[in-house]
């Protein structure tokens, strides 16, 4: 049976902080909204393989109230609070209840429903946001040491948890209320979920130090990471984007005694093939996402300037950090074969070009770009980092070894020379990206939350 609730030893505890949160609530929950036509009977997946699902007891939780730790929109740093903001819809469109506790830019406890999902906006008690950029490295450490643990972040999830008493919690993005939640939720005797986008956890840096992945450990990560794999001891179920990013969690001691389910983010099929791009007979290579040195941009300018001149032509789409993009235009040149096209929609630039560039230095867990880019019939030229490599089938585009000298020069010739197979290339990529529908990402974290739930009330 589950634990009673404990409502009277809190850190931080207030009766003004309880009155607002039970207002914001009885808010949230005054907002009609609907749950949508009814459940689908959910799948669970084997251990490592997202393609093959099959049937398990996850069938009889046709309902579930559900409670997802992260950040959301629109407060976003990447594509993980996007995903996560497709789970929660996913989810409600199933029948199910969806609460969302995301830390806020906000003075107190606010609430609101967007498409069905209650969301409780949190004040967050350190230096500064999650999505601040900017800082000295003075202040980024004592953010981080604080985020580690803080215990200023107990009182409005605990009172959140006390009320909506969720079957189960699904953390996803940690960042704001530090892995001391996990504890706050255990002992409320409520099962665990969580999901790995990125390697926070294991390093503030995301595994990128002095401009490279980084090949051992330093001690700043050493001394932060101790109490964060402790505390992921709590955890029921751990899942991750990929087999790469849930290889290196494992390998670093987290999450022990926890059942692993690799859950690939799922993405929308586009309903057609994009209409006929039109040229002047040159490949047209894309790059699209932040202009930042672990993405790699660098790199493929550099490279692509070792292409015979005619050829190609290089459409890059992103913002960064104006001092880089000087470098980035000064590298490049007065090559008019490099177009610089600033932000614009992924859609736009996919509707572009006949190749994707995802040219990462940085192990990248699961790009959604390239997802996103197979689903537009675009091949996709990727770096063997992360689990760019598991996002693309065979025949869908080319990997290349980001530390080989020309191996980046080399795999766009290719697709030059492929000019000719682009199209049956595309027709593939669309074939094989059915395999990461949004609908089997439902069903992946719905299995979860079977077995997690299972699992706990078995234990508690």
Known sequence: MR??????NLPGEDRQLESRILGSIASARSTPFSHGTGPEKPRCLRRGDSSTPRQCSAKRFNYMKVLIVSLYPPYVIGGGEVVVRKLAEGLVSRGNDVVVVSPGKVKQVRAEVVNGVRIYY?????IYFPTDTGKHRVLKAVWHVLDTYNPLMVGALAHVLDVERPEVVNTHN???????LWRVVKERGIAIVNTVHSYYLLCPRQLMRSGGPCSTLCPECCVLRYPRRR??????????????IIQRYRQRGFFRGAKEFLIYNGVEH??????PREGNGRVRLGYLGRLHPIKGVEELIRSFLGLPPGQAELLIAGNGMPEYERVLREVAGVRNEIHWLGYVPGHELLRQVDVLVVPSLWHDPAPLVVQEALSYGVPV???RRGGIPELMGEGTGWIFEPEEPGALTRAMWKAVESRCDLVTMGERARKWVRNFTPEAMVNGYVAAYAYAVEKNAKTS
């Open 3 to 8: 634990a009673r609730p404990r409502r009277g």
């Open 122 to 126: 949190v004040p967050v008690k350190n």
């Open 174 to 180: 940690v960042t704001g209320f530090s892995p001391i």
């Open 231 to 244: 505390l992921s001891e709590l955890v029921d179920v751990a899942t991750g984007v990929s087999k790469f």
């Open 270 to 275: 586009t309903p057609k093939s994009p209409a």
């Open 381 to 383: 030229i990727g770096a």
